[in-house]
């Protein structure tokens, strides 16, 4: 089993900046892809941020500029760096990731869900 856990989500005023963490945990052999997406009220789940295994990771052209992205593979976390928060950015940040298992199976985990609350 594999479990990934989300911190860093809360309220912050236009203008301000959040951190986003999430450690994957549990029966890894690999990591293959791994990243951040956003559903925002009343609207379907986006992808935000995506990583690959050999630690290549981005943000959409929605939010670069002022989202970074980044991944650890020893550590087996990523972490998305949000400045310059905006009203639209509210919503719950969802990590998740396309995992090798030790016992060979290949599974998408998501984590619970973090909320993201940018007050004008």
């Known amino acids: 089993q594999v479990q990934l856990v989300e911190s860093g989500g809360g309220l912050v005023e236009r203008g301000g900046s959040l951190t986003l963490s999430c450690q994957a945990s549990?029966?890894?052999?690999?990591?293959?892809?791994m990243g951040w997406y956003r559903q925002a009220p009343g609207k379907q789940r986006e992808l935000i941020a995506d990583?690959?295994?050999?630690?290549?990771?981005g943000v959409v052209d929605s939010v670069s500029g002022r989202f970074t992205f980044s991944r650890d593979n020893a550590r087996k976390t990523v972490r998305l760096q949000m400045n310059d928060l905006q009203p639209e950015d509210t919503g719950v940040y969802f990590c998740?990731?396309?995992?090798?298992?030790?016992?060979?199976?290949?599974?998408?985990?998501w984590g619970q869900g973090t909320q993201v609350t940018v007050s004008s």
């Open positions: 998740a990731a396309n995992i090798w298992e030790l016992g060979g199976t290949v599974d998408d985990y």
């Open positions: 549990g029966n890894i052999m690999t990591i293959n892809a």
């Open positions: 990583s690959s295994s050999d630690g290549t990771a």
